[in-house]
């Protein structure tokens, strides 16, 4: 059964969100996990890869956009708002409004949100949702540790 950590950040900010995100990424890829980060579209999707490149001097992850196509190397984290492929379902970041379709597949979901209450009523009924299935919750107030 997947455990599901949600992450409630403390500012609204979106900026502040990914790279939140980002740190989540590069702990995940340090420990061996080419998680999928799922985005709502192409636009979310670019400004995560974006940030993968600069938010940390000296950091490299490597990732791709994904469009469909697998990449050429299964070490690497995908990005995108398509389904993620097979091999990238064991950890799912998800950025995106909506849950990962197949989430029941996933052995850890990480879900962001920022202090914004559009995102954390969207993360609320996922919650349910997760909950509804079945699965270990965790939550991780960011407030509390300002």
């Not at 992450?7 to 609204?12: A, C, D, K, R």
């Not at 790279?19 to 340090?30: D, Q, T």
């Not at 890869?49 to 938010?55: A, E, G, H, S």
């Not at 001097?57 to 492929?85: D, R, W």
Request: proline share 3%; glycine share 4%; with cysteine.
């Amino acid at each position: 059964m997947a455990k599901v950590s949600f992450y409630i950040l403390p500012s609204e900010s979106q900026e502040e969100r990914y790279l939140f995100a980002c740190k989540l990424i590069e702990k995940a890829y340090r420990s061996g996990h080419f998680c999928y980060v799922l985005t709502d579209d192409e636009e979310q999707s670019k400004i995560i890869d974006d940030l993968l490149w600069t938010f940390r001097a000296g950091s490299f992850i490597p990732h791709q956009i994904y469009t469909g196509e697998l990449p050429n190397f299964e070490k690497v984290i995908l990005i995108g708002s398509l389904n993620a492929p097979e091999n990238w379902q064991k950890t799912l970041i998800n950025l995106s409004s909506h849950c990962p379709q197949y989430f029941e597949q996933a052995e850890r979901i990480l879900e962001i949100l920022d202090d914004s209450e559009t995102t954390k009523e969207a993360g609320r009924n996922r919650y349910r949702q997760y909950q509804q299935s079945g699965m270990t919750l965790v939550q991780h107030d960011m407030r509390l540790k300002s």
